[in-house]
């Protein structure tokens, strides 16, 4: 007899579209002559004219018959793109599966310069360069595998935290998901955040990091739109002296956080401020909840909380939250 978790599920639709963004003008460009495949012919290529620039890609998974009262929407880190969301880097299901398996459809998207979304030529379009995430900085500062000076090229040299949730052994394979970043493109990918919200419609935020910085202003944004926002180790929050978080009192938060922020200057630095805004929401009555990991007995997890050892029981933990609010509904699997 098939396990639950292994039973299948009936989909109606997998699609996938592109949002936001518009056509750039690039000029003053000199010409390039290409072969476009070897043993080709050559070929003139004028790069002046029209592109497409500021785009998101999104992937979705609609249910037969979904429980889900709306859709969830996950949105990656920085540095990140949907795969985040996918297959883990040993091979366990993803978060994806994990909600699609609890009746929910499921929209991933890769934002502005991520993955699927393409890049633009720089420095025509963004005024700074892209940036690379090494594996030192993944494995000592953000993602928080191990503490400061233990990252060595050699995996046996390696020293992650005592009782690191993270299978350590998959690092490599979890580096080939990182994506470039840039510092100046904010503004293009809270506008094509905020066109997602207004052709899917009602919706559930899960994000991750970076992308809850965009979470939270999307709700400000369209508090009429948004039914809960979920938030993985978020990275950013509005400040409460310039925002009002009582546009937001009919939305549920839910902040998750994992372990080692103590150990890390980056996150001594970072979680004040969200906490700032998760106390602002308090105040302001909305339903928010901030839930500590190690404080409720989880110990071990990383800044990668979707892809630890345990990423299912965390996802059970949210789900449980979405159902207590009413936008999941009871009832056998669709």
Known sequence: MTAPDDAPISVREIGSFHVGGGLVTLSGLAPRELVSVPGGPVHHADPNG???????????????????????????????????????????????????????????????????????????????????????????????????????????????????????????????????????????????????????????????????????????????????????????APDPSLADAALLRDVPHLFVWGDFLDRHPFWVGTVPPVRRWYEALRDAGVDADWLDLPARGIHGNSHALMMDDNSWEIAELVLDWLRAHELIASGPAG
């Open 50 to 236: 029209e592109i497409a620039a500021g785009q998101m890609y999104v992937q979705f998974v609609a249910l037969a018959q979904p429980r889900g009262r709306v859709p969830v929407l996950m949105w990656h880190g920085g540095g990140g793109s949907g795969v985040n969301w996918e297959t883990t880097p040993d091979g366990r299901e993803g978060w994806q599966m994990r909600f699609l398996r609890a009746g929910v459809d499921v929209y991933l998207c890769d934002s502005v310069e991520r993955g699927r979304a393409t890049w633009a030529p720089y420095p025509y379009v963004y005024t700074s360069e892209p940036f690379f995430r090494t594996a030192r900085e993944a494995w000592e500062v953000t993602f928080r595998f191990g503490p400061a000076g233990s990252w060595d090229p050699d995996p046996a040299r390696r020293v992650a935290h005592p009782g690191q949730r993270f299978p350590v052994d998959t690092v490599d394979q979890f580096m080939k998901q990182t994506m470039p970043r840039w510092a100046t493109n904010d503004q293009a990918a809270q506008a094509a955040y905020q066109a997602l919200i207004a052709r899917v419609g009602p919706c559930v935020l899960v994000a991750h990091s970076q992308g809850g910085h965009f979470a939270l202003d999307t709700a400000l944004a369209a508090p009429d739109q948004i039914r809960a926002v979920v938030l993985l180790d978020a990275s950013g």
